[in-house]
T-cell receptor, first 114, second 115 residues
Framework: GAGVSQSPRYKVTKRGQDVALRCDPI?????LYWYRQALGQGPEFLTY????????KSGLPNDRFSAERPEGSISTLTIQRTEQRDSAMYRC????????????FGPGTRLTVL | AQSVSQHNHHVILSEAASLELGCNYS??????LFWYVQYPGQHLQLLLK??????LVKGIKGFEAEFIKSKFSFNLRKPSVQWSDTAEYFC?????????????FGTGTRLTVIP
């Protein structure tokens, strides 16, 4: 596609429910990144993939958060048993190369946990 | 651990005024430095980046930034702002040599330009 797309754009869920956020990177981009942005803050790194391999998941806050990219293209970030503190903008980015390449960001998914 | 500080949370300027947004980072090794901009209702977009070479980097829309290694700074400048520059600006850094590509962002500076 022309750019990084994310779905849904907005997600409202009740505490305790699981949510899955999807990211479709720019076609051919090797690396894919997930960030979380709380209100009034900058994006905070969660995890990233080169192709289908998860290279770094050090930013995932706890084991309720997981991500996958099984075919090296689309990625899903899953949050289990959501809590109100999970409410944030979740941003996905992709880059052409694996080192030092410019990251292109998607529009984000605004998650609200009631 | 790397960290990025942006000193100005909200800057209000009149059109044609000059702009300088501060950014300092904390990291002892080689770094790549970035400024991203988010216009209202739009995605984060890259304004400019520094990897190596000339420490004065020119980006899109007349923006530039200067890397001062001794001060661990990468301030963003524009000689004359326009109303359309109203946006949120984020400074970001990643480690230049380790191959780790994840970006560390500052908290952002909201710029409001008054016509």
């Amino acid at each position: 596609g022309a750019g990084v797309s994310q779905s849904p754009r907005y997600k409202v869920t009740k505490r305790g429910q699981d949510v899955a956020l999807r990211c479709d990177p720019i076609s051919g981009h090797v690396s894919l990144y997930w960030y979380r942005q709380a209100l009034g803050q900058g994006p905070e790194f969660l995890t990233y993939f080169n192709y289908e391999a998860q290279q770094d998941k050090s930013g995932l806050p706890n084991d309720r958060f997981s991500a996958e990219r099984p075919e090296g293209s689309i990625s899903t970030l899953t949050i289990q048993r959501t809590e109100q503190r999970d409410s944030a903008m979740y941003r996905c980015a992709s880059s052409l190369g694996t080192s030092g390449s410019q990251q292109f960001f998607g529009p984000g998914t605004r998650l609200t946990v009631l | 651990a790397q960290s990025v500080s942006q000193h100005n949370h909200h800057v209000i300027l009149s059109e044609a005024a000059s702009l300088e947004l501060g950014c300092n980072y904390s990291y002892g090794g080689t770094v790549n430095l970035f400024w991203y901009v988010q216009y209202p209702g739009q995605h984060l977009q890259l304004l400019l980046k520094y990897f190596s070479g000339d420490p004065l980097v020119k980006g899109i829309k007349g923006f530039e930034a200067e890397f001062i290694k001794s001060k661990f700074s990468f301030n963003l400048r524009k000689p004359s702002v326009q109303w359309s520059d109203t946006a949120e600006y984020f400074c970001a850094v990643n480690a230049g040599q380790t191959g780790a590509n994840n970006l560390f962002f500052g908290t952002g500076t909201r710029l409001t330009v008054i016509p």
